[in-house]
């Protein structure tokens, strides 16, 4: 069954007259029907080609899914508003619409304006002191730990040796087993805005 979500509402002619127009830029997001994924790229290549001959178009793309995956991306971009407003209001490109419904399973459209469109925001970490305790609670841990089990076994060793044999230990196991651990146990507290 297709999921359709509501395009987006049309802007006034005085919200349109007070700004400056920039660039529009659209993703829609597809879960095509396996059985149908050559049908639906001959269907995106059309779709594309038709955009590009409307005012403003500034070029779009289909972004295939990758392996275990069946969505796909269509991205385009307009000049502006009124142009991405002109092509999504056009008879050919809902005839287009109609024509691929039952090769998808679900859709979802997002939309983004002027130079927003080029970045996306990182994920909003905690309070810096936060993980700061947390990294000096974990080599604690593995230092007294190593202290105890390991450097009686090689007290014999040269300093530096057993300098690097510590360090290595250390970073080791401080970035592939004890972080990735204390910071999914206590993604709670470290992030707690989340």
Not at 66 to 76: A, D
């Amino acid at each position: 069954m297709a999921v359709v979500t509501p395009l987006r509402s049309r802007l006034t002619r005085r919200e349109v007259a007070g700004r400056t127009p920039e660039p529009v830029t659209v993703t829609v997001a597809r879960v095509v029907r396996p059985h149908r994924r050559q049908a639906f790229e001959r269907w995106a290549a059309d779709v594309l080609r038709l955009a590009a001959t409307y005012p403003g178009n500034l070029g779009g793309t289909l972004l295939k899914p990758g392996p275990g995956s069946s969505e796909y991306h269509l991205v385009y971009r307009f000049r502006d508003d009124a142009s991405l407003a002109a092509w999504e209001a056009s008879p050919q490109r809902h005839q287009a619409l109609e024509r691929m419904q039952e090769m998808i399973d679900e859709e979802r459209y997002a939309r983004v304006a002027g130079l927003d469109s080029f970045f996306t925001r990182p994920a909003t970490p905690g309070p810096r002191w936060r993980s700061t305790v947390l990294t000096i609670a974990a080599v604690f841990l593995i230092t007294s730990t190593l202290q105890l089990l390991v450097m009686p076994f090689i007290d014999g060793w040269p300093w530096p040796l057993r300098l690097l044999l510590s360090a290595c230990i250390v970073v080791v196991l401080l970035g592939f087993v004890v972080m990735p651990t204390l910071t999914r146990l206590f993604a709670g507290w470290l992030r707690p805005d989340r």
